[in-house]
């Protein structure tokens, strides 16, 4: 199985902050990496597909970059709604494993 | 609305059984490979297992291979998840959720796939 390995596990940061995920694969898998967002309680709302691709609704803050191994989920302007848990995802495999989550808190 | 509703968790014994059934409305169920997902409390997700759109494959995370088994039937847009020999770590919520895709137009007949459309999710406990 593929493992995806993000950094930091957990970050505080201020509304108006730039805030950067890492996402690292234990293989190449191209731009088939995507990024979800989940607050306590909610389902994961999905941000982020092939690497780049910003899914329909989702603020422009959201960006997304990298290919083969190594991707980042960069945030502009961190708003109070941000506040949450990001996870990466394969998806060049059909077991699309996850990342452990990065949890964003309010400093 | 898009949506997907799941049923049938519960508190269940040590070795006991459960179905999981999901309910899809708003979109064309037989368009899409669909996933059951979960979350242990306080824990990251963990993919469960995966239906194709026609049924004709399935796939199981290692950790529930032999016990669990996806089902689904597009003429009444469900979903299911039998699950037995259940174990004290199958404890989470578990969520039904949708592959999405797009074309990867830099490669041909290539696509990409993304969990577009998330259940609340329905809680399983297991303990005695």
């Known amino acids: 199985d593929i493992q995806m390995t993000q950094s930091p596990s957990s970050l505080s940061a201020s509304v108006g902050d730039r805030v950067t995920i890492t996402c690292r694969a234990s293989q190449s898998i191209s731009t088939y990496l995507n990024w979800y967002q989940q607050k306590p309680g909610r389902a994961p709302k999905l941000l982020i597909y092939a690497a780049s691709s910003l899914q329909s609704g989702v603020p422009s803050r959201f960006s997304g970059s990298g290919s083969g191994t190594d991707f980042t989920l960069t945030i502009n302007s961190l708003q109070p709604e941000d506040f949450a848990t990001y996870y990466c995802q394969q998806s060049h495999s059909p077991s699309r494993t996850f990342g452990q989550g990065t949890k964003v808190e309010i400093k | 609305e898009v949506q997907l509703v799941e049923s049938g968790g519960g508190l269940v014994q040590p070795g006991g059984s459960l179905r999981l059934s999901c309910s899809a409305s708003g979109f064309t169920l037989s368009s899409f490979a669909m996933y059951w997902v979960r979350q242990a409390p306080g824990k990251g997700l963990e993919y469960v297992s995966l239906?194709?759109?026609?049924?004709?494959?399935?796939y199981y995370a290692d950790s529930v291979k032999g016990r669990v088994t996806i089902s689904r039937d597009n003429s009444k847009n469900m979903v299911y998840l039998q699950m037995s020999s259940l174990r004290a770590e199958d404890t989470a919520v578990y969520h039904c959720?949708?592959?999405?895709?797009?074309?990867?137009?830099?490669?041909?007949?290539?696509?990409?796939?993304?969990?577009?459309?998330w259940g609340k999710g329905t809680t399983v406990t297991v303990s005695s």
């Open positions: 239906i194709t759109s026609n049924a004709v494959s399935t």
């Open positions: 959720v949708r592959l999405g895709y797009s074309r990867n137009w830099a490669v041909q007949e290539d696509w990409y796939y993304y969990m577009d459309v």
